[in-house]
């Protein structure tokens, strides 16, 4: 059995064993019960996750993944497919958003070349583990074979494995690819069974007349490609792209090795969307940062019951909502262990 | 003329003749233009109120007003009165919401006995500040004299003065006050012209029956009062509360001084209708964290016309909303200030 199987049968439904007591912890602390919303919410979560009411949150990650994609070529970015990798560039020195927002939030960044299609020169930064040179053209065939999508998410596996090793608390979702939310409407569309043009959007910023465009490449990867929308690996493989993959496995790990994942925008939320179709125990590990203005994120986050913790109009990816996310997530942990109980404050409680 | 005239003679409308400079800066970053949403807006806001291009944000305070209601004596509230003071002991001690959040921001917390129904001991890290004993109960009179309320938000006003000579960059406004939703509805009521059960919601948790009773209690309170809807310190005066003076005096000090203030929920928020009812100019200088559960307080944000950044179900106040709010701002700065653009870093832009 392959590491892709292994993963599958490792991932168990999220212990509640716990949760009385968790629940009962938040709700003594000195503050009307549930009077921190969302925050509360977060750190019974992360702490169930965890399996303690006393959780720690130092290690964050983000897994920003790069590919390219064939399906560029039908002219469905605003940008040229060079940028994917002259941004891999600029995440290495630090500039990109990414960047400033993992900083802001403590958070590392992992740098991965997963499928930029371009010989990236060595860098201490950046991890090498292309599949290939961007997928192929998903409008006139299969954008990856069935093995090509098992070995991107393997990817996403391995390094999280590897990072869990030196300590690995919470896992943040991004990504760089010129022309993914095509492959991450397609996606959506397939698993969720909305038609492609509501789930379809403008991306970096295309106009009216190209995402007209845009949709009817999307409609047409579908027709030729015919995806099952019972086999989330096969519709990976045929219109999905190699960071989606890779990003997959990111998840199915976190899910795996009770981490949780943090996903950002809509081309994580394409990933989550076939993690969770490969295995549904994963959705209670994932938390959702922000609703995009990309209008297939919203349904993505219906479908999978998920509800974002902010109102910022993102529309960028890299893992830029996600590691503001990590920011809220450990607030709320902070919440459950650092919070005085009305017991230990002396201070008096409502009348019931 | 007293401090209080001066503070509002000294405010200005926002200088906006930096923003076109301003926004051809953050649309040049590496990322699609506006593809940073809400970010980038609280960036272009806090450079505009310091007038550059390239603003810090080091000095952060939230001040927290505690103060008593005469009016808890009607039953309003699901807490006993003693609670204020004991959570003002939590906030000395470390122990509370605020604490936590501030501490995870890296905000300082300004702890203000500015009407608090007791004599609190000496602390290092108390502003002992009281203009009274808590107000008298609205229910049967004014809550205030004028001349209360105005000494209320010169308290404001000096605690604010008194940081600025220290660095100040960004304020937060927090309160402590058993039954002080019950003021912040009446004037919510007044200055939008909603009526109360409206803008009356449960607080801190009371029952169906005990929220009809408040309603009455806040409808009689306007009745014995009139306050006038076209002079905001009335209002403020009859069914308001020191601590909201105080705080509506922190905005007015923020405002003439260029120091923008996150506002925090429900009644702080009230303190937002009365600085801009006495200064419409102040607006410009606020910026809202989150929409609180308390039903009154998405009245008042679509009166001022701010936006809440946050999805959090959040009721607790203390200021805990406003320095997450202030987390984000400080995002907001960095991107403004730490990332590349498109030439610096030799990334390619969109066709146009």
Chains 1, 2 share one sequence.
Request: glycine share 10%.
């Amino acid at each position: 059995m392959g590491k892709f199987h292994a993963i599958l049968e490792a991932i168990r439904p999220l212990d509640r064993s716990k949760q009385a007591a968790i629940q009962h912890k938040l709700d003594f602390l000195t503050k009307p019960q549930g009077s921190l919303g969302r925050l509360e919410e977060l750190a019974l979560q992360y702490a169930l996750i965890k399996g303690t009411l006393e959780p720690t949150l130092k290690n964050k990650l983000a897994v920003v993944m790069a590919a390219d994609h064939g399906v560029a070529a039908e002219g469905v970015s605003a940008f040229p497919q060079e940028v994917t990798q002259q941004m891999v560039l600029n995440f290495l020195h630090g500039g990109a958003g990414i960047n400033v927002l993992a900083r802001h939030n403590e958070v590392e960044v992992a740098v991965v070349d997963i499928g930029v299609a371009a010989d990236l020169k060595e860098h201490p930064n950046l991890l090498s583990r292309k599949v290939a040179k961007g997928t192929k053209n998903m409008a006139q065939g299969p954008a990856m074979t069935r093995e090509q999508a098992i070995q991107a998410i393997e990817v996403g596996l391995g390094i999280v494995e590897g990072k869990k090793a030196t300590g690995l608390d919470i896992l943040a979702t991004g990504e760089m690819g010129i022309a993914n939310t095509s492959p991450s409407s397609a996606i959506t569309a397939i698993i969720t069974g909305r038609p492609v043009e509501f789930v379809t959007g403008r991306g970096t910023g295309i106009d009216d007349q190209a995402l007209v465009h845009k949709t009817t490449v999307i409609e047409k990867a579908i027709v030729i490609n015919h995806p099952s929308h019972e086999d989330a690996l096969d519709t990976l493989a045929k219109v999905g792209g190699l960071e989606i993959a890779g990003l997959a496995g990111v998840m199915l790990a976190g899910a795996a090795h009770h981490i949780p994942v943090v996903v950002d925008g809509f081309i994580s939320g394409a990933a989550a969307l076939v993690a969770c179709k490969l295995k549904p125990e994963v959705k209670d590990y994932l938390m959702a940062a922000h609703c995009s203005v990309e209008i297939g994120h919203k349904i993505i986050l219906e479908h999978l019951g998920l509800k974002p913790l902010f109102n910022l109009n993102l529309r960028l990816g890299e893992g830029t909502g996600a590691v503001m996310g990590i920011g809220l997530v450990e607030a709320g942990v902070k919440i459950l262990t650092q919070m005085a109980s009305f017991e230990t404050a002396a201070v008096s409680q409502a009348a019931s």
